[in-house]
């Protein structure tokens, strides 16, 4: 299948460190690709720089048939494509549940009040929080909070979705419910995802290429049980090791 | 000379046209002062990440120009005290236009050289108040905003915006309220507002305690209608 992010000979620096080396990478449409590695070694930064939230400072990007940098302009429209779930789920803290999750289609794709409601409510029954609409996040436990944040992102109706962390700010009794509706996502509208993660279950269940990065490059990649059983590199074994433990 | 009520009621009609330019004044002052302050507040931290992406190009050295601009303004007009600047704007600024070639008319109302002295003062205050307001919004409520594939306009009028509002109230009640009282000081160059009122009728009558303490309460009147309406606002919105 066609590639719907390509990555080519992409380089990150803030000011003079460079944290992403020549990285080159691609995902498939449809495919879920889960990213693993140690603390700093580049995750979040790879999957911000997908949606430009971070401009990369060389090589190219292409989303979706859309070039960056050559069409900077165009950033709007890749994150219409892309929706992106936030280790510390920034909800707007204003809006109810359901204002949260009718703003993007509202906003965004300029759909009607009551259009963007109907959306916003189906989505929210999705994810099981139904009863939930009204409550300002504030008044949410971490778990639902983050379920509120994934329908949010859908609801602008992407092709993509980004998860940077999505279940390491819950409580671990927490954590199952937003895999669930991760992997429903993925099983049923077959959404090209990626995801980082040290959920491992998570990864050999629903990952169709698991990737190890360390100090801004890609280590290794494969298929995820293949890899976590049969680790090439000393980096990756020990970091599995430590992953293991938790 | 003992505490006479006579003279209260005897002094209240002219005390309260004083009230009523005091409140003129300082309402337009305010409004005027909210709308540069939101201009010059925002100027300050154009093209950073607080207000959505960063910009690229032209529009980088126009946010560069438009922060120096901001900062010029808030510290020049935080640096000098307001006295002056009424002051200048009164007498000086005048001589300043009538000096230009093909100008040889030109006069400043004190009430207009007033209102214009208390918007530019409370601009520069509550332009800090603005941008720190606005510095105060996490950053990951602008990056979910953003990744929605909002414009910066939406961004900042939907998310930052309400986010921002909410906590620019109480300082902001702080900052009318001293305006409020500022406009006493417009007593230097004419306007016929409260403090100058009760001025006045002290040189006619000598009856400081009466006058002194009647137009303390009116100010303690206007402030506190001042400080219950912010407070009401800040009730209605939402609590989070
Ligand atoms: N905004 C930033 N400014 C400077 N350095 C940053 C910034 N964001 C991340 N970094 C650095 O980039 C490296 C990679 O960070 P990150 O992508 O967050 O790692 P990970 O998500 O894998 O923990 C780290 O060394 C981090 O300190
Ligand atoms: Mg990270």
Known sequence: MANIIEMKNVCKSYGDTEVLHNIDFSVAEGEVVVIIGPSGSGKSTLIRCINCLEMISSGELIVDTIRIPAERKRVRQIRLEVGMVFQQFNLFPHMSALENVAFG???????????????????????????????????????????????????????????????????????????????SIAKDSGMTMVVVTHEMGFASQVGDRLIFMDEGIIVEEGEPSIVMKNPKSERLKDFLGHVKHH | MGFE???IFESLPPLLEGAKLTWIITLAGISGGMAIGILAGLGRIAGTAYLGDEPHGTSKQICFLTRYFSAGFVESI?????????????????MLIRSLPNVDQFRMEAMTAAVITIMVNAGAYIAEIVRGSVISVHKGLVEAGLSLGISRYQLIRYVIGPIALR???????????????????????????????????????????????????MYLIMTTVLATTLRHFERKMKIF
């Open chain 1, 105 to 183: 289609p509202r906003k965004a794709r300029s759909m009607k009040a009551g259009e963007a409601e109907d959306i916003a409510g189906e989505l929210l029954a999705k994810v099981g929080l139904d009863e939930f609409k009204e409550k300002l996040p504030g008044e949410l436990s971490g778990g639902q909070q983050q379920r509120v944040a994934i329908a949010r992102a859908l609801a602008v109706n992407p092709k993509v979705m980004l998860f940077d962390e999505p279940t390491s700010a819950l409580d671990p009794e927490m954590i199952g419910e937003v895999l669930d509706v991760m992997k």
């Open chain 2, 5 to 7: 009520f006579s003279v």
């Open chain 2, 78 to 94: 935080r640096g000098t005290p307001i006295i002056v600047q009424a002051m200048f704007l009164y007498f000086a600024f005048p």
């Open chain 2, 167 to 217: 906590r620019m109230i109480p300082p902001l009640g702080n900052q009318f309220i001293i305006s409020l009282k500022d406009t006493s000081l417009f007593i230097v160059i004419g306007v016929g507002e409260l403090t100058r009122q009760g001025q006045e009728i002290m040189a006619s009558n000598f009856r400081a305690l009466e006058i002194w303490l009647t137009v303390a309460i």
